[in-house]
DNA sequence: TTGCTTTACTTAGAACTTCTAGGTATGTTT
DNA sequence: AAACATACCTAGAAGTTCTAAGTAAAGCAA
């Protein structure tokens, strides 16, 4: 699901710049192998958020001659995670919101945290 | 998006049974106006809901005489429902991985706990 | 009793998204 | 030199989503 890949990329990219393959080894890395995301996936998605703005890439030389496409996360894609979180927080609490119903007896679901 | 609306009508339909137009009204009713699915949108979910055999719909006559299809969580949905909030916890788990390491000397952004 | 509004459900297909399956090319290891 | 890993790209098939249209019955107000 490319959709759910784009938070996850800005996240990636919040903390340092990266490229395309390492974005995919990273997430296979962090999930046990078990978020394998296709090249093909991938490579589209970040070009269509270096087209909303929310990124921007620079082609980079390495040292072994290689050449690299590094993304670096914008203004605009800081503003995008944090719109991105909000609206996790907003389906939360619309979930607690079903959950907690007069007739309902439970408890909470689950909770999400801002700290 | 119609995918993050399955969970939403699954969670409606784990407190009662409901139909089409009641889901609707709820859900614009709980979010203050802000989540207004279109018709068009719902009950193609619905019908692919329930070919899934997460979901079980009955006509039923009301008392006015206008028929209603009703809809119940079936024992595949409930199973459903628990596996789309684990897939919400192994994302989280997945985004504090992303945000907690090494170079990384924030806290962490969000928390999902059972509860 | 006529017309307007609300309730209630349906569907075709346009518009959009996603990803498979192919491709290119360079560096590294065997 | 062959095989493998790195690194990126894209057409278009396949799938999803939703707009825009429709049907029809009940309630209600004029």
Redesign the interface.
Known sequence: ?A??LA??VL??LK??ESYGYQIIQ?LKD??EGE?QVAEGTLYPVLKKMEAKGWISGDWKKVESGRERRYYNLTDKGRHELDAQ?SQ??Y?NE??N???N?P??TS?????????
């Open positions: 699901m959709s759910s938070p996850l996240l990636i903390r340092q990273e962090k999930t978020l979180f996790l927080n389906i619309l979930i919101k079903l959950w119903l007739t309902s408890t909470n679901p689950f909770k999400l945290t801002s700290m």
